[in-house]
């Protein structure tokens, strides 16, 4: 019976790390932000897609903001498309700013140049402010 519940709690253990990188601890879904601006890089790859732009944050100070998107899959069966978003696209986000205070964020909702809406599939949750 030792031996199981050794080998249980290594188990549970060595799992831990795995689950920590599907974590949105760092993030404040709470106090969600609004930022408006232009797209340096936009960047297609798993494990996450991720939106790097150019908009200023609360205090008007202009920052360079890495947005952290799900991965290609889970936004390829929400209508997003590898080819939508280009350098110098302006958009709208909303996220979840790092609590750390650092140009960070995870991306709740977008709205491109031309109106068309996305989420950021569901694992991510929803916006709790508008867009508009």
Avoid at 2 to 15: G, Y
Avoid at 20 to 38: C, N, Y
Avoid at 49 to 73: F, Q
Wanted: proline share 7%; hydrophobic share 45%.
């Amino acid at each position: 019976m030792k031996f199981i519940t050794t080998l249980v709690v290594t188990a549970l253990a060595l799992a831990a790390p795995a689950l920590a990188h599907h974590s949105f601890a760092m993030f404040d879904s709470e106090h969600q932000i609004r930022l408006q601006g232009e797209v340096t890089e936009f960047i297609w790859q798993n494990p996450h897609v991720y939106i790097h732009l150019n908009a200023p944050d609360s205090k008007g100070k202009m920052r360079e903001w890495t947005i952290e998107c799900a991965n290609p899959g889970i936004l390829n069966r929400t209508g997003w498309k590898f080819n939508m978003i280009k350098k110098g696209d302006p958009i709208t986000i909303v996220v979840a700013p790092l609590r750390t205070g650092e140009a960070g964020a995870l991306l709740k909702e977008i709205k491109l140049a031309d109106g068309r809406k996305f989420g950021n599939g569901g694992p991510a949750g929803p916006a709790n402010i508008p867009i508009d």
